[in-house]
C-alpha cells in the first residue's frame, strides 16, 4: 500500500535487516528494540489492522512467530522466553498500520534491561543479532530433521 513503510520493507523499497522471508511473510529487525532481537513478523500483503486480516493468514503469522520465539532460545540469542504482541489499532497503541507480530526475546532476570530498553530502545549491532537468531532457526530445523 502507497505510504506504508512495512509495505516499502516488503518491496525491498526501504531498509531493513531481514530475518526471513517466503512468499507470505517477512521477519526482520525492529529499528527499536525493547531488547536484543526484537523482531516483527508481517504478512506481505497489506493489512492495516487484525479487523482486516485474513484469520488464516493471522495463524500463519502466529505459526512463524512461534517458531522465533523457539529460534530465539536454542541460537547465539540463547534466550529464556519471549513476549509475543500484537498492538491492534490505534486504541492499544499501534504505530505502524500493517499487522505486525513482536517477537521480544527475554532472559530470566532482565526486567531492569527490558524495563531500560523500554524507555531508550536503542538499536543493537544488526548483522550479529540477525546472525544470532538465524542460527537458532537453522538448529531448529536440524532438531526437526532428526526426529
Ligand atoms: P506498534 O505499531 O506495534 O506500536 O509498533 C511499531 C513498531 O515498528 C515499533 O516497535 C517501531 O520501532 C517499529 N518500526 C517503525 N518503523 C520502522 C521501520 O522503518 N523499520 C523497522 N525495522 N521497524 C520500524
Ligand atoms: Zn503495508
Redesign the pocket.
Known amino acids: 500500500m502507497n505510504g506504508c513503510?512495512f509495505c516499502a520493507?516488503v518491496a525491498g523499497e526501504?531498509p531493513?535487516t531481514k530475518i526471513f522471508e517466503d512468499d507470505t511473510l517477512v521477519a526482520?529487525?525492529?529499528?527499536?528494540p525493547i531488547t536484543r532481537g526484537h523482531t516483527?513478523v508481517i504478512p506481505k500483503s497489506h493489512a492495516s489492522d487484525l479487523d482486516h486480516l485474513d484469520p488464516e493468514l493471522g495463524g500463519v503469522l502466529f505459526g512463524f512467530g512461534h517458531r522465533l520465539a523457539k529460534a530465539m532460545r536454542r541460537g547465539g540469542l540463547a534466550a529464556d522466553g519471549a513476549n509475543l504482541l500484537i498492538?491492534d489499532g490505534k486504541a492499544a497503541?499501534?504505530?505502524?498500520h500493517h499487522v505486525?507480530l513482536?517477537v521480544i526475546p527475554r532472559h530470566s532476570g532482565d526486567i531492569l534491561r527490558f524495563a531500560r530498553g523500554f524507555v531508550l530502545?536503542r538499536p543493537h549491532d544488526r548483522d550479529s543479532t540477525a546472525a544470532a537468531i538465524r542460527s537458532g532457526l537453522d538448529r531448529l530445523a536440524d532438531e526437526e530433521k532428526a526426529v
Open positions: 513503510i520493507i526501504a531493513a526482520f529487525l525492529d529499528i527499536r516483527l498492538n497503541f499501534q504505530t505502524v505486525h513482536h530502545r
